[in-house]
Every structure is written in structure tokens, then in C-alpha cells.
């Protein structure tokens, strides 16, 4: 496809707006979009995933209000040292800046909840365990919401779950084997 302006090159932009309900669109070539001022190409190579999560801590956790000074009782770590540097300290500062770092979590990750990923050997054990876990979890929701048919439900996939469960059994040398 060639672009719309100057009908010689091959557009590599296409931009659609929204112009009084009316929907318009360009198919540009770099050159012209540049030129038109439809996007920018500014690029800088010097920021990095550290800065560009610390400017993220900053932006959420930099108020005022926020600069109460709670250490970390194992490690000794500040929350302004974590906004400096962008690093955790150790596995208690999660602890004890879970208020704060839960929303950055959820913004950076999508979920504040580490799911991790499952190793191919375990044979899908792992899988089971979690599984169950958020299962019994929303049943406890539903048992408390009074759903009572939605929570026999689950109580029938976590049945089913556990017994699969127990017929993965480990070998003598630690690994998972599927007995039948």
C-alpha cells in the first residue's frame, strides 16, 4: 500500500482517529509522518528497565504523605532506599511494604500474586496444588455469598482435583510419577 500523502513509498503507519464521530483513516509512510507530526520517533536509548521502574515507584509512592520512615526489621531497608534504587532488600520487605507495593505490583505485573512458572518435571503436581488452593478459595466465596449450587460445583472440581491429586505419587528418588 502506498501512502496517502506522497503516493511513493509504502505506507508503514496506519492511523486511525476519530474526527467528529467520523472515523478517518491515513496510511503513511515514515517520512511523511514525521513530517505531518503524526508520531513521534524520539527514542532514547539510555533508559533502562531500572530507571524506567524506579520513575514508576516514584511517580506512584512520591507524595508527602508517603515519607514516613518504616523500616524493614530484618534487612533495615527504607522505602526511600527501595524509591532510590528500585531493589528490594530481602523477601520481609515485601511484608512490610505490602500496602505500597501491592497497587506498583498490580500495575507493573497485572496481578500482585506470584504465580511463577511450573516446572515440566514435577508432572503437573504443582499445577494440582494451585488449582486446588483458588478453587477452595472461591468456594469459601461462594459459601459466604450464600451461592450455594456455584459452591457444589467447585466442591465437585476440587474432588475431582484431589482425587487426581493422589494418584500422583513420588518414586523413591523424588521424582513424580502418575500411578494408575
Known sequence: ???DECKKRIACMHITKIVNNQKVEKHLCEQCAKENGEISFLVDNK???????????????DSPQNHNETACPLCGMTYSDFSRNGKIGCSVCYTTFGSRLEPLLHRIHGSS???????KRTGGALEIMQQLKRLRQELEQHVAREEYEQA???RDEIRNLEQKS??????GTGRQCQCQ
Not at 113 to 119: E, I
Open 1 to 3: 500500500m502506498l501512502c
Open 47 to 61: 533508559i533502562s528497565v531500572h530507571d524506567f521502574l524506579k520513575g514508576m515507584v516514584n511517580q506512584c509512592f
Open 113 to 119: 500474586v506470584h504465580t511463577g512458572k511450573m516446572p
Open 152 to 154: 457444589a460445583v467447585l
Open 166 to 171: 493422589s494418584e500422583i505419587k513420588t518414586d
